[in-house]
Each structure stands twice: as C-alpha cells, then as structure tokens.
C-alpha cells in the first residue's frame, strides 16, 4: 500500500483506525477513572457550585484536547505509511507553504481563544470575594495535620470539615510552618497555605451525603506529606448545627476509673504541652490537635487511621511510625498509661 | 617548548588517560559530556525505578519517606542537570564547528573547564547520599521547607552548592556556543543558513545567559539563609517564600525549554535527511523557536497559580502560557510538512524522530490545558502534570536525545549502531514509556497527588500504579538494549563511511570519525542544505592543498586546575574556610597559568 492511490487511501483507512481504536481505549480507561465511588478523590465529579463552574471549561478543554490529539495522531501515522520508502518512489523537493503556514498558525490559535474566552469568564466568578453570609472557616495547615477553626462559632477542630449544604464557605487559607495546599478534589480546586500570607477560596457544597469527601494536602511539605490527609463532611444544616453545638461544649467529664486516671496520664505524660481539651483546666496547648471531642472524629493521625481503640493505642505507643517525622514524639509510655490514655480519650465525645 | 610560570608546560599526550585530560577538543569534551551524561541517566534511571517499586502497591514498604524523598528530588536533578542537559552539551560540542564548517569552538580551554566543572558538580551532588543524605526538598526546593529549620540534613546545602557549581559550568559553556555559532561560520553560512539544530542551540545558549544568573542570586539568597541565618525566604523574620518560586521558575521555566529545544533541533535535523528532502517551513521554525525562547521567560507564573496569585497575574500568565502552544503547533506541523511527500527510510533514528512528534504532541496538549488556572486548580501536583512533564521530557527531550545518538554515532565512532537491536529497543522504549506516563493521567484525574511515598488501597489508584511500575520497568529493559548495542558496536570495524545517511548538513564533509580539525578544507555553504547543493550542482569537495598547515590550539592542564580549585571553593563552603581557601588559590594559580600559557 501507499504508492498507488488505493494505496494511499489503505493507509489513511489503517491509520484512522489505529487512531480511532486507541483513543477509544484511552477513553474508556478514563471514563473509569471518573467513578466517584471506586476513586472517592476524582476530579471529574464535582459537589459544589463552584466546581460544577469549573467542570464546564474542564469538559471542553478535554474534548478540544482530544481533538488536537486525533488529528496530529492520526497525521503522523498516515504520513508514516504513506511516505515510507518504496523503490521508483521519489521524494518531492519543497521548501514551504506561506499559505499552509498560516492557516496552521490560525489552527493554534483558534483553539487557544476557545480555551482562553471562558477559562476567563469562570475565573471571574471564582476569584470573586465569597458571597455574603458564607460560612467563614479557617484552615491551618501544620507539618503534618490540618487545624480547622470556625472563628463565628468559636469552635476548633483537626482534620475533619464539616461543612452545611447548599451555604456558601468562605475558606482562609494559613500555615504556620511550611507551604501545604488544601485541595478537595469533589468541592474545590486546590489553594495553597503559604506561611506569612492569607489565601483565600471560596464554594458552596450542593449534595450532603454521609460518606465524608477524602482530600489530602497537595504541596509537598515534608516528610509526611503523603500523611497529611483530611475529610469534608456536609450535611444538612439542622445536622451541622447540632455538631457545631455538641463541638462547642467542653469535654465530657470522664466517669470511669480507668478514664479518670487517664485524664491524670494526659496530665502527667505532658500531652497537655501541646493539646487543648475544654473543660480540662491543665490542657490548653496549642501546637496539636484540639482534643476535646477526639471521640467523635472517624479517623486520628491525620487521617490516616481509623479511630478505633486499638489505632488509638498504636498511634499513641510510637507516633513517628505511624506518621514519619510526627512532631508528636514517643514518649514510651507503659502499657497501663496506655490503657488508660485510651479510655480517656474514647471518652472524648 | 615553552614553559609557562616555570612550572607548567603544554601538555603534550596524544593518547592515553592524560590526554583526555588535557584535552581541548571538542570532540573529545563532547563525547565524555554524552558518556557522563548517559551513565547519570542511568543512575537517574535507577533512582526512579526505586520510586516506582516503591509506589507499585498502596502502602509499599520498599523505600522509607525520608529516603522516598531524597530519591525522587535527585531524579528530577540528575535528569535535569546530570543527564538531559549534559547529553545535549555533548551534541552541542560534538556537532557545533562540524555543522557550521569550524574547526573547533570560540574558547576551546574554557570548553575544557566548562566540562571539568561539570563532572565535578555532578559527582558532589552525588557524593550527598554518602555524606548525611541527599537533597530532599525537591528540585524546585520550595521555601522554607528548604530552610535550616525544616531541612535540617546537609542534603539541601549540596543542592545549592551542587547547582551553583553547575550552573557555573553551563553559563561557561552557553558563552562559548553562541560566540562560536555568532563568530565563527563557514564563508556562506548566514544565519538564515544554519541548521535549525544550530538555531535551537543558540537560542537554548540565550535562554541560560539570561536565565542562570537569576537562579544563581537565588540560590546565594538561600545558601545566605541556610548558613548565615539570613532571612530572604523565612517568613517568620520577614522573608518572602513566594519570593522564592518566583526567583526559581523565572529560571525553571525557561529551563524547560534548555531541555527541549535541542531535541527539536535534532528531529528538524533527522527528519529532512531520512525523508530525502529539505526541511518544510525552515524559517518558520527557526522563528516559532526562538518565538518559544522569548515567550518563555513569560510564563513562569504558571506554576504558581494555586499559589494566590490575584486574577490579573493568573490571566496575563494563563494568556501568555496559552500563546506558547501556537509556536509550537507550528513547529509540529512543519514537522509532519516534512513527512509530507517524502520518500521516509525508516531507521532507528526516524522511529524515534517521529516518536517524538506524537509523544511530544501529547505533551504539549496536556501542558496547554493546565494553562487554564481553574483547570491547573485540579492538575496542580497531582499525577496529571507528572505525566505532562514526562510526555515533554522523555516523550520528547529523550526520545530527541536517542534519535540524535542514533542518527550521529557513525560520525562520532565510525561504526553504525545495529538497526535491529535499535528498533527493538526503540519498540521496548515506546510501548514502556506509554505504559509508565500514560496511567498516570488518570492517576492525577483520580486525585492523587504528586511526591507522596504511600497512598492507601481504596482510592482505586493501585490499578495505573501497577501498571506503571511495570512500564518502568520496561524503560529500563530498553536502555540495558541501547547499552548492549553501544558495546557491540564499538567490537566491530569501522563501517560507517563519511555519509552514511545521505546528511545534508557539513558535518556529514568529513571522515568519521573526523579528524583532530575537523575539515582538511574549510567547506563553502552555498545554500541552507549545502552537501545536498553541492551533490545536485555536481560540486565537488575543495582539493586540499599540497601543504596544509592547520594551527590547533594545543592541550592544557590549566582548565583542570582551574575547575579542581572550583570544586574545592564548592566543598569548602560546606565544610571549612580553609578548604574554600585551599580552592581559591589553586583556581587563581590555574587562571594565571592559563594567562600566560602559550598557545601555539
């Protein structure tokens, strides 16, 4: 095939097809990988407003994308069959085409102006300040957990968001040590926490549901990035009032024995340093997580454990093992402080 | 024999290890600069196979996070600076005078001295695994994560030590290309008349003129910060970590294209040659590649926009990131113009040419959609711009970099590389590196972020990490194939002839490999394809005359000298002042030696 005008039109055919097949296979590889409920961090299923904005350019950008991609496939595999070097085949001798040069510079730039023109239009909207009466909420990024404050409701919490549906937030973006950035894949695009600046994003959350949005920090910030991991929940607004109030008591005073001894160990092991537990006069440290409702998150160790008593136990026994590099060090603690430390704070709720 | 400061003299071995130290040839700088450069991506090669053993499994336990990170930032700088860079360096020094009919560079000593810094950069950098840990910050060593206070090891002191060093070595060697191409052509040779690979070089050589002082200041800056306790980046005494990213990606971005440009000037040079006819668009693409130089000092906000830039800096630098695809739409359709109409004799070379135009082209594709800032909001360190980069880098710096290896062997050895093993390699190449890149597109659109050394099983991203691990692993099956051949090749006779492929450019006038001067006659251009001129015109080869006296410049020890004492000044300001000093004598012992060395 190729010299012969048959030829040709054999190695076009074969080359669209290849084309047409193996974009096919990529597609499908990629519909699954938009399945929200086997990849729970997708970015192509979004759960706000504002990400529902951004899927429209993101939807037009990938198809112009594979566009581009067919066609220059497609032509390279045509030219490779139809040129390749066959006996009496002569090469034809030329320089150039101004006018093909021209129309292949107005290609670029026609797709270029298609992305540009509501690549802008959406920025506009995302980069508006959050409306009035969004929920403010502060997230503080540390190395390697992520402090989440509501400064109208007064409360203080780590790794677990939770948010109220269809109420925009207004989200401050701080750290207090190195760059992280704060990325919900279903609810937003990622900002970083950038030490010595205020950032700013701001959604509203359309589909409460009680599986939480996975989300991880997304700028490498050390040794436990990978471990820097966190969770949105939004649910109903009666629902999150009734969180938000239940977050803003004390602690529940421990009533067991080994509980109370547990409350005198996170006392006397210095866990009081650096956590905070309202309610318990001694524990007002700040460097940590606030642990006054400990007992009603779902994971510890940012994220990266399920909050039961033996992870509790695990985390606690030798925390850089779990967590590379935790500033949260071993404090080789007994088997009985450990007891009790754990019945303490599964009484946190 | 003239002898300089009573104690030098010329060096004068032809053969023999001391002549390659002494060497001022840029055929021999050349070739070490590739061969260093091959064996450093090999070990770069090694570091990411470790990375993607590591990351086969959710929850790997192969490499711990602390080695995970020293791991994956020394991959990016020993590809970067180590391997890419330097093989580059060697096609620029091997094929400058042969392309543009001189017989050897501007400053052959310098060229000397850029590559004895070079080496000892690289092993320094190296040298960290060994002495308290390697670099671990990343390449792009984000303040203030690459502070004292929160990179406590040596490791981020040999990355600015490491860099600065290098970069000494590659501002030396950008000088001497663009006054070597801008000085000294062949009598005919207009610009307009260089090879587009010539093109793509100067314009690379201006791209690190302009680019590596900035980097060097912020490097200084950091190095101040991390010894002295200066605080430029430190937030908490007043310093600016977005200062940092700005002063790095105004370097890191035109860097980008450093790694690029050569090796469409490699496929601009392949592709006319094995499709047997002139080049399509010759002006076009000399301009949308110095287009692509200017616009690339204009883009380098585009890494930072989740960074709270503001919205007038996201759209100029979206704008100006989206205007960089329409040089290089050009350059790819004249690419495909050259195709058109040919007569293709598909060697190894021509596979990895065109490779290059389907694998960069994705790359390209990608990289314009994350110019978008909403979009970049999602691809922004996820494994989508993982696969970008790589689609740009080994879809096209180093699948460039391989045709060009195969396309030029025969002149720099005399010997043609064995066809078949090279396209078995080069199928083992394509199908590994699709495998390892293309996955991790939707790794990336499944959420899963860059630089983390452990992710858990029900994300459903073991899948495309599996699968990439194996692609990896077929890379590395690949270049082990490439690596047989060299060898077996270098056993065999020379075979290759002065022209094997037919080349149109001078390069292909001489013996290969050519001689100490490169040309018996230096060559007349009389047309921008100047040997295919001459064949179609029935010019035959200048006579050379009966007493042919060409002056070379002789060896020298002083570019060794000079680079050793750079090394000691580098080591010394890591360790003792008395080192430093130790370095800075020998250097200006080797500089004043090299005043007043002789030269002929």
Known sequence: ?349 | MATAIGVMTHAEEDTGLWSWLTTVDHKRIGAVYTVAGFIFFMIGGLEAVAVRTQLAVPNGTVLDADRYNQFFTMHALTMIFLAIMPMGAGFFNYFIPLQIGARDVAFPRLNALSLWIFLGGGLLLNSSFFLGGAPNGGWFGYAPLSSIEYAKTSGMTFYVVGLLTLGLSTLIASLNFAVTIINMRAPGMSMMRLPVFIWMVLVVAFLLILSLPVLTVGLLQLYFDRVWGTSFFSPATGGDPILWQHIFWIFGHPEVYVLILPSMGIVSEVLPVMSKKPLFGYSAIVFAGAAIGVLGFGVWAHHMFTTGLGPVPQVVFSASTMAIGIPTGIKIFNWLGTMYGGNIRFVTATYFSVAFIALFTIGGISGVMHASPPIDGHHQDSYFVVAHLHYVLFGGAIMGIFAGLFYWFPKMSGRMLDETLGKIGFWIMFVGMNLTFFPMHFLGLAGMPRRIYTYDADLGWDTWNMVATIGSYTIATSVLIFVINVIKTMRKDKDAGDDPWGGATLEWATSSPPPAHDFDVIPEVRDRDPLWYDRDHGIARAAVPEHNHIHMPPPSYFPLIVALGALLIAVGSMTHLSVLGLGAVIAIYGVWGWALEPTD
Not at chain 1, 171 to 190: A, C, E, N, R
Not at chain 1, 304 to 320: A, H, I, Q, Y
């Open chain 1, 1 to 349: 095939m190729g010299g012969s005008r048959p030829g040709r039109m054999i190695a076009i055919i074969a080359s669209l097809v290849v084309t047409g097949v193996v974009t096919f296979l990529i597609y499908l590889a990629f519909a699954e990988s938009l399945d929200a409920v086997r990849q729970p961090m997708t970015t192509f299923v979004p759960k706000s407003d504002n990400a529902e904005l951004v899927h429209g350019v993101y939807k037009l950008i990938f198809w112009l994308a594979g566009a581009v991609f067919v066609g220059i496939m497609a032509l390279t595999l045509a030219f490779s069959l139809m040129y390749r070097e066959r006996p009496g085949q002569e090469a034809r001798q030329f320089h150039g085409n101004s006018r093909l040069e021209v129309v292949w510079t107005l290609i670029p730039v026609l797709l270029v102006v298609a992305m540009a023109v509501p690549t802008f239009s959406t920025m506009s909207v995302l980069t508006k300040p959050a409306p009035e009466g969004a929920l403010q909420v502060i997230a503080i990024g540390h190395q390697w957990w992520w402090e989440f404050q509501y400064p109208e409701l007064g409360i203080t919490t780590a790794n677990e968001l939770h948010l109220p549906v269809n109420r925009p937030v207004s989200v401050t973006l701080k750290s207090v040590d190195v760059i992280h950035s704060f990325w919900v894949p279903q609810l937003s695009g990622k900002i970083d926490n950038v030490p010595g600046h205020e950032n700013h994003l701001w959604f509203t959350p359309t589909e409460a549901r009680a599986e939480p949005y996975l989300a991880q920090c997304a700028e490498f910030c050390g040794l436990s990035h990978a471990n820097m991991r966190f969770r949105v929940f939004v649910s109903e607004t009666p629902a999150f009032e009734t969180w938000a109030k239940a977050v803003k008591t004390d602690r529940v005073a421990p009533s067991a024995d080994l509980a109370k001894a547990g409350e005198q160990q996170f006392t006397t092991s210095g866990c009081i340093a650096c956590h905070t537990v309202q309610g318990n006069p001694t524990a007002a440290g700040k460097i940590g997580p606030n642990l006054t409702h400990f007992a009603s998150r779902t994971t510890l160790a940012s994220g990266t454990l399920d909050r039961t008593p033996e992870n509790v136990r695990k985390w606690l026994s030798n925390p850089p093992a779990v967590k590379p590099g935790s500033l949260m060090p071993n404090l080789n603690l007994s088997p009985e402080a450990l007891d009790k430390l754990v019945a303490y704070l599964d009484g946190l709720k």
